[in-house]
């Protein structure tokens, strides 16, 4: 029987129970730090959970789990508590919130970590910076490590080093009926493929083990252009990226250049395209790879040069704090017509808000080398991934950017592959879960009903477990 997912009126003692099992805190409304331990980083989200499990240690985060399954209580898993959608928390029902799982173990012969479930990309830069190693995450480094592998993972090092899920060696899994398992590619082969993309549907992860790579300081930052220059920008990039070596990676972004240092004054909040680059090669050999770039389309700005690696993971921290109002729409795409590319300069020049963006990353290059049905995620022939994103601070900007941001995806929509990147859509719904997958959907809903026959684990880009 499906789990009920109801919010019950829960008895005092199983309340204490729960307490006195868990070496981490119990909170509960009214509590002190409740509030703060409720908010997840989109404001947009406002949800009231009757419990958050401030989980210690693998044994809590097994107790949670019971105590969710065996009271039918709705159960979500935080991370980072960056999702879109907020599907870290929900109303009514138990939050396993993973922020205090913040172990970290760099073995810096084998070059590998292991990362406890409630690190950010930014502590794990913290410990594997002072080794020279890296792997391969997103584009800031708030985000919680949790979902963003658990996704896929698209960052600066997809190019050169593919997917964070394709640097992943293994995983410690807390399973809906509290057994713990431990998934790579020996034992549980078939869950350990469906966490590499399957989202947090397959049970509530407490450790990943990650391959780590030589990366220390790179050669990276934004370059900017006017807006009147965006096709051509667009078109050299497109050209540019399909064939450039894998080292070089770099984003195209539309941006309104933000009112403060370092940007030169006369750009100050004028709508601007962008590409953010990111070159792993050897540094003494940057300069040349980035020769036909600067020769072929000057940029305005230009702040592109040696960076260490946590700097450039951490370099739009600060303009994307926590509790800004968040909306999200994505595609993958396999070409960019330049058809497409006149409307991405049509809505690019509309951008909403300040803080709303669009950006193309490009998911070639080693993202290639792992076949489609290799791991969950299932876009390998894409080249590109677009996430439109409406955000300001203040709600009564919501409608406007929300629409900024539905009018742009479906212009772009009918020149798309099909399906978008499950961690960056907000709740879409069934299609928009099964057009992520294609052909692996059928797969991931046989494992789901393997392992979580009830759903219990349902707050995510849900797989329904198949019948
Ligand atoms: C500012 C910003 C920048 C971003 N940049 C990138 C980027 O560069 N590249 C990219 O690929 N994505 C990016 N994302 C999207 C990001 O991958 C998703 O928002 C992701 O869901 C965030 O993971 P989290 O752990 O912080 O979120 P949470 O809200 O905590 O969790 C998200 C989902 O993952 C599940 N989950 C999290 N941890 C676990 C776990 N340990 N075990 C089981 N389930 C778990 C949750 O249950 C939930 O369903 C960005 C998001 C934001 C807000």
Avoid at 434 to 459: G, M
Wanted: hydrophobic share 40%.
């Amino acid at each position: 029987m499906e789990q009920q997912h109801t919010s019950v009126a829960l008895e005092e003692t199983a309340i204490q129970e729960l307490a006195s099992h868990m070496r981490g805190a119990l909170l509960r409304p009214g509590d002190a730090g409740y509030e703060q331990a409720r908010a997840v980083y989109n404001a947009m989200i406002n949800r009231h959970p009757a419990l958050i499990a401030r989980c210690g240690d693998v044994a809590d985060v097994i107790a949670a789990v019971n105590f969710a399954r065996d009271h039918r209580l709705t159960l979500a898993v935080r991370g980072g508590g960056h999702n879109g959608p907020g599907l870290g928390t929900c109303d009514d029902g138990l939050v396993i919130d993973l922020s205090d799982m913040k172990g970290m173990r760099v073995d810096p012969v084998a070059r590998t970590a292991r990362v406890e479930g409630g690190c950010t990309w930014g502590d794990m830069d913290h410990a594997t910076h002072p080794f020279g190693l890296a792997t391969p995450s997103g584009f800031i480094s708030t985000t919680g490590v949790g979902g963003l592998t658990l996704g896929g993972g698209i960052g600066y090092l997809a190019r050169a080093f593919g997917l964070t899920i394709d640097n992943l060696l293994g995983v410690d899994l807390v399973l809906a009926d509290g057994s713990f398992v431990m998934a790579s590619a020996s034992e549980y082969a078939d869950l350990f493929w469906a966490v590499r993309g399957g989202g947090g549907n397959f049970g509530v992860v407490t450790s990943f083990l990650f391959h780590l790579h030589p990366i220390s300081t790179v050669y990276g930052g934004p370059m900017l252009w006017p807006m009147e220059q965006a096709a051509d920008v667009m078109k050299f990039w497109r050209d540019f990226i399909l064939n450039a070596p894998q080292e070089i990676n770099g984003w195209f972004a539309f941006v309104t250049v933000p009112p403060a240092p370092p940007f030169p004054e006369q750009f100050h909040l004028q709508k601007m395209c962008a590409i953010v680059w990111c070159y792993t090669g050897a540094l003494d050999q940057a300069d040349e790879a980035f020769q036909p770039i600067r020769a072929t389309i000057p940029p305005a700005v230009d702040f592109a040069g040696p960076i260490p690696w946590p700097v450039l993971q951490s370099l739009f921290d600060a303009l994307y704090p926590k509790g800004l109002q968040w909306y999200w729409k994505t595609d993958f795409f396999t070409d960019l017509s330049d058809k497409a590319i006149d409307l991405h300069r049509k809505y690019g020049a509309q951008l909403p808000t300040m803080h709303s963006t669009m950006h193309l990353y490009p998911i070639n290059g080693a993202v290639h080398r792992v076949g489609a049905g290799d791991t969950a995620f299932s876009y390998r022939d894409a080249n590109f991934a677009e996430v439109i994103v409406g955000v300001d601070p203040d709600p009564a900007n919501n409608e406007r950017m929300i629409g900024w941001a539905k009018d742009y995806w479906m212009a772009l929509h009918p020149y798309s592959a099909g399906g978008g990147y499950i961690n960056m859509m907000m709740d879409e719904g069934a299609d928009s879960v099964q057009a992520a997958y294609r052909d692996n959907y059928a797969r991931l809903a046989q494992i789901k009903a393997t392992y979580d026959p009830h759903n219990l684990f349902h707050v995510n880009q849900n797989i329904k477990p198949s019948r």
